[in-house]
C-alpha cells in the first residue's frame, strides 16, 4: 500500500502528463469515435479521484476554488435545463478542460525548474501558433486565404479564422516581449527576432481588437518592469478616452473592422451587443443556454440589418458572452475568477521582481489584460480549441504565485530567525 500511495503521488505530480491525451478527444469531439469522448470525460474525475487517494484531496486548494465550483453547477443547470443538449454539451466540455488544464498545472508546476520550463513550452508554443496560422490562414485575414496553401486544417478545410489566431497570439506575445525584456546578451536576440515574426503574423491576421489587446499587455509588461511607465500610460489612456468619447463611432469601426458581415462595424456591433444585453435581462438566472445564442438570436431577438440566414455564434464580447451563456450567477463566477488571476498576477510579479521567473509571471499577466481588452470587442474563446490555449496560458499564473508566494514567505520568516538569533546574542 504505501508503494501504491507513493505512485499516486508521482501521478499528481505530474497530472499534466496523463491529461494531455484525455484533452485531444474533447477538443475534437466530431472527428473521433463517441465512445472515446466519454472515455475521456470519465477520465477528468477519476484524475482528481486518484489525486484524493494519493494526496487527501481531489484538487489542491487555490483562490479560485469556489468560482470554478459555481461555473460547474453552472454547466450542470445547464445540460439539465438545455432544450438543445448538442449545443450545450459542446461548450461544457471546454469548461471541463479548462478545470483540469488548470489544476494540473497547480499539481505539476510546483517548482521554479518546472515553471522555468513552462514559460519556455509557451515561447515555443507561441512561435508555432505564428507559424502554422500564418501557413493556413483563411480568408479575413491581410492575406485573403492560405498563404501558397502550406497547411489546411483537417477540422476546418477553409483554413485557420484569422481573428481566433490573432487573438490567440494577444494572449501569448506578452510573454515573448517579457522575456526579450528580461534577457540580456545575445540571448535576446533570437528572442526577438520570434517577437518580430510574431508581430508580423499578428498583423497579417487584420484583427484589430487582437492588436489593441496586445498594446494593452505591452504596456503591462513595461509597468511590471518599471513603474516609472506609468506616467506615460496614464497620459496615453487618457488622450484614447477622450478620443473614444468624442469620437466612439470611428473608434470602434476601427477596432471591429476587418471583414464583411453586420458585425465588422459599429452600428453592427452595437446592435448585437443590444441584444445580448436584452438576454442577460430576459434570462438573468439561466442565461440563454450554454452555445445557444445564435439560436435565440434568430427566434426571440432577431436583428434589424440582417436576415436569419448570418450565422452569428456569439455576441462578439467576452462578458456579454459569459452572461448570456451562464446567466448572472455564472457571470459572476467568471468575473471573479479574471479578478483573481489578475490578483494573484500581481502578486507574482511583485513577488519575482530581479528573480529568473520575472518575465514569466509579467508576460503571464500581460497575456491576461491582453485577453480582457480584446475581449471587449470580441470573443474568440468562445470556440473550444481558443479557450483551451487560453487558459493552458492563464492556469500557469497560480502555480507560479503559489511557489513565489511561498518563497516570499519562507524569506521573511528566514530574516525573522535572523533577526531573533540576534536579539538572543545581544
Keep these: 500500500m504505501p508503494r501504491l500511495k507513493e505512485l499516486l503521488e508521482t501521478l499528481t505530480r505530474w497530472q499534466l502528463v496523463p491529461l494531455a491525451p484525455l484533452v485531444v478527444p474533447l477538443l475534437f469531439p466530431e472527428r473521433v469515435p463517441v465512445a472515446l469522448v466519454a472515455l475521456a ?3 477528468l474525475p477519476a484524475l482528481w479521484i486518484l489525486s484524493r487517494l494519493g494526496r487527501g484531496a481531489f484538487v489542491p486548494a487555490t483562490p479560485l476554488d469556489l468560482p470554478w465550483l459555481i461555473l460547474l453547477l453552472v454547466c450542470l443547470g445547464a445540460l439539465l435545463l438545455t432544450a438543445s443538449p448538442e449545443l450545450a454539451l459542446p461548450q461544457v466540455q471546454k469548461i471541463l478542460v479548462a478545470v483540469a488544464l488548470y489544476y494540473g498545472a497547480v499539481n505539476t508546476l ?9 514559460g519556455i513550452a509557451i515561447l515555443v508554443a507561441t512561435l508555432a501558433i505564428a507559424g502554422v496560422g500564418l501557413a ?18 483537417f477540422w476546418n478545410p477553409a483554413g485557420f479564422n484569422p481573428n481566433i489566431v490573432g487573438g490567440t497570439l494577444a494572449v501569448m506575445m506578452p510573454l515573448t516581449l517579457a522575456y526579450a525584456w528580461g534577457t540580456r546578451g545575445w540571448r535576446r536576440l533570437p528572442l526577438l527576432a520570434a517577437l518580430l515574426f510574431e508581430g508580423g503574423a499578428l498583423f497579417l491576421t487584420q484583427s484589430r481588437g487582437a492588436m489593441l489587446g496586445f498594446v494593452a499587455g505591452t504596456a503591462c509588461v513595461a509597468l511590471a518592469r518599471d513603474r516609472r511607465w506609468g506616467l506615460v500610460l496614464a497620459t496615453i489612456s487618457v488622450v484614447g478616452i477622450a478620443g473614444l468619447l468624442i469620437y466612439p463611432g470611428p473608434a470602434l469601426d476601427f477596432v471591429t473592422a476587418g471583414g464583411a458581415g453586420v458585425v465588422n462595424s459599429a452600428q453592427g456591433r452595437l446592435e448585437l451587443w443590444s441584444r445580448a444585453l436584452a ?8 442565461g440563454v443556454g450554454m452555445g445557444s445564442f445564435g439560436r435565440a438570436l434568430w427566434l426571440l431577438y432577431p436583428l434589424a440589418t440582417v436576415g436569419p440566414d448570418t450565422v452569428l455564434d ?5 462578458f456579454l458572452q459569459a452572461g448570456t451563456d451562464y446567466g448572472l450567477p455564472g457571470l459572476v463566477a467568471w468575473l471573479a475568477q479574471m479578478a483573481l488571476l489578475l490578483w494573484m498576477g500581481a502578486g507574482a510579479v511583485r513577488h519575482a521582481r530581479g528573480g529568473g521567473l520575472w518575465p514569466l509571471a509579467a508576460g503571464l499577466l ?13 470573443s474568440f474563446t468562445y470556440y473550444a480549441k481558443g479557450h483551451t490555449v487560453v487558459w493552458a496560458c492563464l492556469s500557469v499564473i497560480a502555480p507560479l504565485w503559489l511557489v513565489l508566494g511561498s518563497r516570499a514567505q519562507g524569506s521573511i520568516e528566514s530574516r525573522a530567525q535572523v533577526a531573533a538569533s540576534a536579539v538572543g546574542a545581544v
Design 136 to 153: 493556413g490562414m483563411g480568408p479575413g485575414g491581410a492575406l485573403g486565404g492560405r498563404p501558397m496553401g502550406l497547411i489546411t486544417p
Design 279 to 286: 438576454m442577460m435581462g430576459d434570462f438573468p438566472f439561466t
Design 366 to 378: 500581460g497575456g491576461l489584460v491582453a485577453y480582457l481588452v480584446h475581449g471587449l470587442t470580441d
Design 314 to 318: 456569439h455576441a462578439h464580447n467576452l
Design 41 to 43: 470525460l470519465l477520465g
Design 110 to 118: 510546483s517548482g521554479e525548474a518546472r515553471l522555468t520550463w513552462a
